[in-house]
């Protein structure tokens, strides 16, 4: 079914983030000194945790990204971060219809009408959106911490068409 396979591909991106950010020392999960970034892995996975819980907190049918709680300690602690992901992994257990309707937010330019600020959507558009953010952010956590000599799985923050185009071209054998 489409609405296990969007929960199910949620569920297992924040499972290679537990797994990734385990074990790594605070100074590297914090560290914000690589170009052209100037952020931490941290922060990167601080920042899609709080998209995950916009959209759980998701009230009257409206999921509204710009309110994330920017938790600190979850940018400056692994072990934190990996309760987190816990908690959001239990959070999918519930049911999430992907039909359903809703309207979401996420004014990145800053310049949207309030009025008009929110669009039509469902569930699933939104689980695809999170997992398409979620490997945006995984992209640059895995170019952080790779320049600082912490070796990321070659799959990590790459998007699944590109998967299934490197597998089909010889590139990766098994996925």
Same mark, same amino acid.
């Given at each position: 079914m489409e609405d296990n396979h969007l929960i199910n591909e949620n569920r297992l991106l924040l499972e290679q983030a537990a797994v990734i950010i385990g074990d790594l020392p605070d100074d590297i999960y914090t560290h914000k000194e690589i170009k052209p970034f100037f952020s931490s892995a941290g922060q990167?996975? $601080?920042h899609i945790l709080n998209f995950y819980d916009c959209f759980f907190a998701c009230q009257n049918g409206r999921i509204d990204y710009d309110q994330r709680t920017r938790e600190k300690d979850v940018e400056a602690d692994p072990v934190v971060a990996?309760?987190?992901?816990? +908690? #959001? #992994? +239990?959070a999918f257990e519930k049911d999430i219809d992907p039909e359903k309707e809703?309207?979401?937010? %996420?004014?990145?330019?800053?310049?949207?009408?309030? %009025?008009?600020?929110?669009? $039509?959507? +469902?569930?699933? $558009?939104? #689980?695809?959106f999170l997992s398409s953010h979620t490997v945006h952010h995984y992209a640059m956590i895995a170019y952080i911490l790779n320049a600082q000599g912490v070796t990321t799985p070659e799959t990590f923050g790459v998007a699944a068409s590109t998967l299934i185009h490197w597998h089909e071209t010889g590139r990766l054998t098994s996925f």
């Open positions: 990167h996975v $601080r990996v309760k987190k992901i816990e +908690t #959001l #992994l +239990t809703v309207w979401s937010k %996420n004014d990145d330019s800053g310049g949207r009408d309030p %009025n008009s600020a929110f669009s $039509r959507s +469902t569930f699933g $558009r939104e #689980l695809q």
